[in-house]
T-cell receptor, first 116, second 112 residues
Framework: AQKVTQAQTEISVVEKEDVTLDCVYE???????LFWYKQPPSGELVFLIR??????QNEISGRYSWNFQKSTSSFNFTITASQVVDSAVYFC?????????????FGQGTELSVKP | DSGVTQTPKHLITATGQRVTLRCSPR?????VYWYQQSLDQGLQFLIQ???????AKGNILERFSAQQFPDLHSELNLSSLELGDSALYFC???????????FGPGTRLLVL
């Protein structure tokens, strides 16, 4: 069965701290895709990154970085030098290639609060 | 701006009523997905259409239905509304299966 677990419900940090959001997934497929989305207080869902199961290279985009480890079925997200604007709910999601349609299976989300 | 539009942004209605939510995908995208976000269920996949045809179905209630029109816009119809249907309904579009889904701003439905 497919499942995404974000064990951290809420995280609170002070500005400029580094913070890591954890994501653990379950799938029987060998071909799958992992995503992170950001939901700021305004409510929209903003796409951050997509990785396929064959590419385990870590990725860095500005202050954001992602660590994908198939051995532990994890796809963690780190924000370096956090800012107040990073305050949002962050969702990790899984899409299976052989699951007709490629629907997204979301974790429960981690609410990040960055205080000045 | 993701390029996906949804109307209306907010909807307040009464139990037993029927509403229609509308979504226009990004230019060139053939797939449209509908998701429901509620406090108790989180983000749940409802249904997907690809180029006018139903492609996949999730936990969508029988009281709910959807369609995708020849111009690729989609509508989600919710009928016999119950208090528990109050939620944020998102539409997303993608170029195809397992491609990145871009989300619209959502329609916030409140059933009183």
């Amino acid at each position: 069965a497919q499942k995404v677990t974000q064990a951290q419900t809420e995280i609170s940090v002070v500005e400029k701290e580094d913070v890591t959001l954890d994501c653990v997934y379950e799938t029987r497929d060998t071909t799958y895709y992992l995503f992170w989305y950001k939901q700021p207080p305004s409510g929209e869902l903003v796409f951050l990154i997509r990785r396929n199961s064959f590419d385990e290279q870590n990725e860095i985009s500005g202050r954001y970085s992602w660590n994908f480890q198939k051995s532990t079925s994890s796809f963690n997200f780190t924000i370096t030098a956090s800012q107040v604007v990073d305050s949002a709910v962050y969702f990790c999601a899984l899409s299976e290639f052989y699951n007709q349609g490629g629907k997204l299976i979301f974790g429960q989300g981690t609410e990040l609060s960055v205080k000045p | 701006d993701s390029g996906v539009t949804q109307t209306p942004k907010h909807l307040i209605t009464a139990t037993g009523q029927r509403v229609t939510l509308r979504c226009s995908p990004r230019s060139g995208d053939l797939s449209v997905y509908w998701y429901q976000q509620s406090l108790d269920q989180g983000l749940q996949f409802l249904i997907q259409y690809y180029n006018g045809e139903e492609r996949a179905k999730g936990n969508i209630l029988e009281r709910f239905s959807a369609q995708q029109f020849p111009d690729l816009h989609s509508e989600l119809n919710l009928s016999s509304l119950e208090l528990g249907d109050s939620a944020l309904y998102f539409c997303a579009s993608s170029a195809g299966d397992s491609e990145t889904q871009y989300f619209g701003p959502g329609t916030r439905l409140l059933v009183l």
